[in-house]
């Protein structure tokens, strides 16, 4: 036996030789060739998110060569398929759940007629990535100029996530994912399998945030999803003590005193943030 490594199908001629004693012998022999039709798949389901180009599915075959595929029942809108290799792809811009798809794909036998695979029904979803939290609100929180503020949490869940959801707080405050270290001005919670479970997140006012109030909303995003806000009551950081005392200087009769940029003559203490007094 043998695995014929030839392109096309047919008759082919197979010539073979042998030498008994003082005897050679030549035979030929006809193999036909055929081609078997394609076997494929899809991922099932093959899932899509509404509005969202990149997302696409590719068949596999476990038969003989493909030259082409058919569907058989249209696509959700907005998808399409490449006639020649299978692919699913395009922005889907309806919602759809479990829709039956057929396909099947095909290549040529000898004589030239169509050898098709069996029909493959294929399950399409095409969904929308949802941000959800049950935190209402942020109640108000003060601090001192320099101080960080105590924290606040907030939780945040996903279904259908495609890239993780990126969480941005409003000016002068921070957030972490783990309660007194790693603040940042924004986070990402990892999804997984498509989704996030209910994650807490930390909130507080920067050490650095301006005197005055502050307010906002925490703006919660991923790609292809409505953003979600959870709104920040008005917050207030109070100003830090600062003293300024001038320095002795003596000054001789008749002589001038010359002050402007870069004078010294003083001493300030309160100050906070890496923060200096010119002059």
Do not use: H, W
């Not at 299978?86 to 099947?104: D, F, K, Y």
């Not at 959801?165 to 498509?194: D, M, Y």
């Amino acid at each position: 036996s043998f695995t014929p490594g030839l392109s096309t199908s047919g008759v082919y001629a197979i010539s073979y030789n042998y030498t008994k004693g003082v005897c050679n012998y030549s035979y030929v022999s006809n193999i036909n060739i055929t081609t078997l039709p394609p076997a494929i798949s899809y991922p099932n389901p093959s899932i899509f998110y509404i509005n969202y180009p990149g997302t696409s599915v590719s068949p596999l075959n476990s038969g003989g060569k493909a030259l082409g595929f058919e569907l058989l029942d249209s696509l959700p809108t907005g998808l399409s398929m490449n006639i020649v290799s299978g692919v699913i792809s395009g922005t889907a811009t309806t919602l759809v759940e479990n829709a039956q798809v057929r396909v099947r794909a095909f290549n040529y036998n000898k004589l030239g007629a169509t050898n098709y695979s069996d029909t493959y029904t294929m399950t399409i979803s095409v969904r929308k990535p949802i941000i959800n939290s049950t935190t209402a609100s942020i109640p108000s929180m003060n601090t001192t100029y320099g101080v960080a503020s105590s924290e606040n949490n907030f939780n945040v869940s996903g279904q259908y996530i495609i890239q993780n959801i990126l969480v941005t707080p409003p000016t002068g405050f921070e957030v972490s994912k783990t309660t007194g270290t790693g603040f940042a001005n924004t986070v990402t919670i990892t999804q997984s399998g498509g989704n996030i479970t209910n994650t807490t997140i930390y909130l507080r006012i920067k050490n650095n945030a301006a005197v005055g109030n502050l307010t906002g909303t925490i703006l919660l995003t991923s790609t292809a999803a409505d953003d979600y806000n959870i709104p920040v009551a008005t917050s207030y950081v109070a100003p830090a003590p600062l003293t300024i005392a001038a320095k002795y200087f003596q000054k001789f009769y008749g002589s001038k005193i010359i002050l402007g940029a870069g004078n010294k003559n003083f001493i300030a203490t309160g100050l906070l943030n890496g923060e200096t007094i010119g002059s």
